[in-house]
C-alpha cells in the first residue's frame, strides 16, 4: 500500500477500531493495536511507514510523542501526590539510574551486545509508558495510592529515559570523535537549563495569557497545541529529544495552576492523545522488519526474564525502602512496568542512525526493545487486575454510585442500596443534611462536589453512576455536566428535569441545552418536591429479586399503584437503571429497587375496585386487626 492517503486513512481506521474493540472485549488497548501493527506490517507486508512517509517518519514520531507526554503532564495535580511523593520522587530518581545500570549490564553479558549499545538500550527501558499505563489502570481501578505512584512514574520517566538514551547516544559519538566532550558537556547542560525553566516559564505565561483573556476560548486549544509543538522543536535543536523533558514540565506547570478553562483543554487534548497513540502504535510497529523479529534468539528470553523478575523488582524494594509503602503495594509496582511509544520510537530513531555508522548490534537493539515492549504488553496489561485482586488493592469489586444531595429521598435510597451490597456514597455542603445520613450510617462527603478539593480527595473510580438529587435542578445538571466527562455521560442521572418543550409555550425558554444534566432518573421526571411529599405520604424503597416463579409480570401486577422502579442490580453486580436508553427489561435472578406508595394503599385501591377476593379482603382484615392488637400489647408493657 503506497498510497499515503490511503495509508493514513487505514491507520487512523484500524486504531480507533481497535480501540473499540478492546473496549467491547474489556482487555488492554495497546495489546489489539500491536497485533494490528504486526498484521500490517512484518506478517504481511501491507505497509512499511518509515519507508513510505521518508523523511516525515522521524519529526512526525517526535512530534506526536512529545503532545502525549503534555497531555500527560496535564494529568499530574501535585496535591494528588501528597501521600506517596516520597516514593515517586524514590521511583524516578533513583529507580531509574538503577535500572538503567542493571539493564545495561543484562544487555551486555546475556544479549552479547558491545557496550555502547547495550547502555543505550538500558537507558530506553527505564521508561514506562503513560500510553500504556493509563489504559490500563482505567480497567484495573487500583487503589489511590499505587495507581498514583504508576502513573507519575510513566509520565516522569519517559523524558528521563529518552535523555539517558540521547546523553549515551551523543557520549558515543564523543568517543567516535564525531564532536568533543566539552561540547557534549555543554549541550547538556544548556537542554536541561531551556528545558526546566522554558517549561516553567512558557507553562506560566500561557496560563497568565489565558486568564487575562488575551484569546478567546476557541482559540486556546489550538494555541496550546502550536506552543507544544514549537517548544519541542526548539528544545530538540539544542539536544535531540529534550523537547520531551520541555513540553512534560508544560504540562505540569499548568496542570497545576488555577486556570477556568484547564478541564476543557485537557479534553481536548485526551482526544487528540487517544487518535495519537492509536496511530502511533501501529505504525512503530508496522515499520519493523521481519528480519529484526527473525533474528531474535534464546538469549532474548533470558533477558526478558532477568528485566521483568530481576532487574525492575530489585530496583523498586530497593529505592522505597522507608518510603511509606506496604509489602503490597512494592510487590504490585515492582511487576508493573510496561513499555510504550517513546522506547519504541527512540529505539527506532537511534538504530536507523548507529546502522549508518557501522554498529552491527543496532537492529539488535531494536529487536530487544519490541520484545521488552510486547512482553510487558502483554504479561502486564493481563495480570494487573488479577494481581491487584489478589493483593487486596483493587477500590472494589463491585460498581458503586454517588449521590449528590443528602435529602430524606436520597439517604432512603442509599440505605437501600447499601442493603443490598452496592457501595453508596452521599456527598453535600450542608452539614445538617450531612448528619441525618451519617446517623443512617451511610458513608458521607462533607463538601462542595464541584470544588477543586473533591476532584482531588474523592476517588471518582469507585464509582461507576451518579444521581444528582439536590433541590435545585440547575445544579443538578451543572453537577452531572461536570462529571459526565469522567464518570460517563451515560451513567450520570438527575432528578427533576433541564429540558422543555416547544409545544408547552414560554418553556423551552428556561430549559437548558440538550448537552447540558444527566439522564432523568424518572420517566417522567420527578422534581425535589414530589419525591419528598412521596416520602412524607409514606413512600418506601423495596429490593424485589425475580425469579422463575415471580417475574416481571408479577412484580407489576403485586406492586402499589404508581410504583416507580429506579434500577435492577444483576446477578453479575451490573447496576443498570430503568430511564438509562436501551436499558431493557430485568430478568430472572435480577433485584429491582423500586420506590413506591404504602402496600395498605394499594391493597385498599384494588377492594375498591373489586380485584381482591372477599376471602382476600377478610385476610387482610385479620392481619390489620392482629396488628392492631399486637401494638396494644407493646404499649400496655
Avoid at 371 to 379: D, G, P, S
Avoid at 504 to 519: E, F, K, P, Q, T
Wanted: hydrophobic letters at 50%.
Amino acid at each position: 500500500m503506497h498510497d499515503l492517503a490511503m495509508q493514513l486513512a487505514v491507520i487512523g481506521v484500524a486504531g480507533i477500531a481497535s480501540q473499540w474493540v478492546a473496549w467491547r472485549l474489556q482487555i488492554p488497548a495497546i495489546v489489539m493495536l500491536l497485533g494490528v501493527g504486526l498484521l500490517f506490517g512484518p506478517v504481511t507486508g501491507l505497509m512499511n511507514p518509515r519507508e513510505d512517509f521518508g523523511e516525515l517518519y522521524t519529526p512526525l514520531v517526535s512530534t506526536a510523542v512529545a503532545i502525549i507526554l503534555f497531555e500527560g503532564g496535564l494529568t499530574l495535580n501535585l496535591r494528588e501526590i501528597r501521600e506517596t511523593s516520597t516514593a515517586v520522587r524514590r521511583v524516578v530518581l533513583f529507580s531509574g539510574p538503577m535500572v538503567w545500570v542493571m539493564t545495561a549490564l543484562a544487555a551486555h553479558y546475556v544479549g552479547g551486545m558491545d557496550w555502547p549499545i547495550a547502555i543505550i538500550l538500558g537507558a530506553l527501558l527505564v521508561v514506562t509508558g503513560p500510553t500504556v499505563i493509563m489504559p490500563l489502570l482505567r480497567h484495573a481501578r487500583l487503589r489511590a495510592r499505587p495507581a498514583s505512584i504508576l502513573r507519575w512514574e510513566a509520565i516522569l520517566n519517559d523524558p528521563v529515559g529518552a535523555l539517558f538514551a540521547v546523553i549515551s547516544f551523543e557520549a558515543y559519538l564523543v568517543l567516535r570523535g564525531a564532536h568533543d566532550a566539552e561540547h557534549l558537556i555543554l549541550t547538556t547542560i544548556a537542554a536541561l537549563v531551556v528545558a526546566v525553566a522554558g517549561g516553567i516559564l512558557v507553562g506560566r505565561g500561557l496560563i497568565r495569557f489565558f486568564a487575562r483573556g488575551h484569546a478567546p476560548e476557541y482559540l486556546k486549544a489550538p494555541i496550546l497545541f502550536a506552543v507544544v509543538v514549537g517548544m519541542n522543536a526548539l528544545t530538540n535543536l539544542l539536544l535531540e529529544e529534550a523537547g520531551l523533558l520541555t513540553v512534560t514540565v508544560m504540562g505540569v506547570t499548568m496542570a497545576n495552576a488555577r486556570l477556568a478553562s484547564l478541564a476543557e483543554l485537557q479534553k481536548f487534548k485526551e482526544t487528540i492523545t487517544v487518535l495519537l497513540v492509536s496511530g502511533l502504535f501501529i505504525i512503530l510497529t508496522a515499520s519493523l522488519q521481519r528480519s529484526v523479529i527473525l533474528s531474535l534468539e534464546w538469549r532474548v528470553v533470558a533477558f526478558l526474564v532477568l528485566v521483568l523478575l530481576v532487574i525492575r523488582p530489585i530496583a523498586i524494594f530497593t529505592s522505597t525502602i522507608g518510603a511509606g509503602l506496604g509489602v503490597k503495594e512494592r510487590l504490585l509496582v515492582s511487576w508493573i512496568a510496561p513499555r510504550g511509544i517513546v522506547a519504541v520510537a527512540v529505539a527506532g530513531l537511534f538504530g536507523a542512525t548507529l546502522s549508518r555508522l557501522g554498529m552491527p548490534d543496532a537492529d539488535r537493539m531494536v529487536a530487544y526493545t519490541f520484545a521488552v515492549v510486547a512482553a510487558t504488553i502483554l504479561f502486564h496489561g493481563f495480570t494487573l487486575q488479577p494481581l491487584a485482586r489478589f493483593l487486596d488493592l483493587r477500590v472494589t469489586n463491585r460498581p458503586g454510585i454517588l449521590i449528590v444531595g443528602a435529602s430524606r429521598f436520597s439517604i432512603a435510597l442509599a440505605q437501600r442500596l447499601k442493603a443490598q451490597n452496592v457501595p453508596v456514597l452521599i456527598a453535600d455542603s450542608n452539614w445538617s443534611h450531612i448528619s441525618e445520613a451519617r446517623l443512617a450510617e451511610v458513608e458521607v462527603w462533607f463538601g462542595e462536589i464541584l470544588s477543586e478539593e473533591a476532584h482531588h480527595s474523592l476517588d471518582l473510580s469507585r464509582f461507576d453512576h451518579m444521581i444528582a438529587a439536590t433541590d435545585n435542578d440547575a445544579y443538578n445538571a451543572l453537577v452531572c455536566t461536570d462529571f459526565g466527562a469522567e464518570i460517563g455521560r451515560s451513567e450520570v442521572f438527575q432528578i427533576g428535569s433541564t429540558t422543555g418543550t416547544q409545544d408547552n409555550g414560554g418553556a423551552a425558554r428556561h430549559s437548558m441545552h440538550v448537552s447540558l444534566g444527566g439522564i432523568p432518573l424518572f420517566k417522567p421526571p420527578r422534581t425535589y418536591n414530589q419525591l419528598r411529599d412521596h416520602i412524607i405520604d409514606g413512600w418506601a424503597f423495596q429490593a424485589t429479586r425475580l425469579s422463575e416463579e415471580f417475574g416481571i409480570r408479577q412484580f407489576h401486577e403485586t406492586r402499589p399503584d404508581g410504583t416507580l422502579p429506579i434500577l435492577w442490580i444483576k446477578p453479575s453486580q451490573e447496576i443498570i437503571f430503568t430511564s438509562a436508553e436501551g436499558a431493557g427489561e430485568p430478568a430472572i435472578g435480577d433485584v429491582i429497587v423500586s420506590f413506591g406508595p404504602p402496600r395498605a394503599e394499594r391493597d385498599q385501591e384494588k377492594i375498591v375496585r373489586g380485584t381482591l377476593t372477599e376471602r382476600e379482603a377478610r385476610r387482610e382484615k385479620a392481619r390489620k386487626t392482629s396488628e392492631e392488637v399486637t401494638r396494644q400489647t407493646e404499649g400496655t408493657n
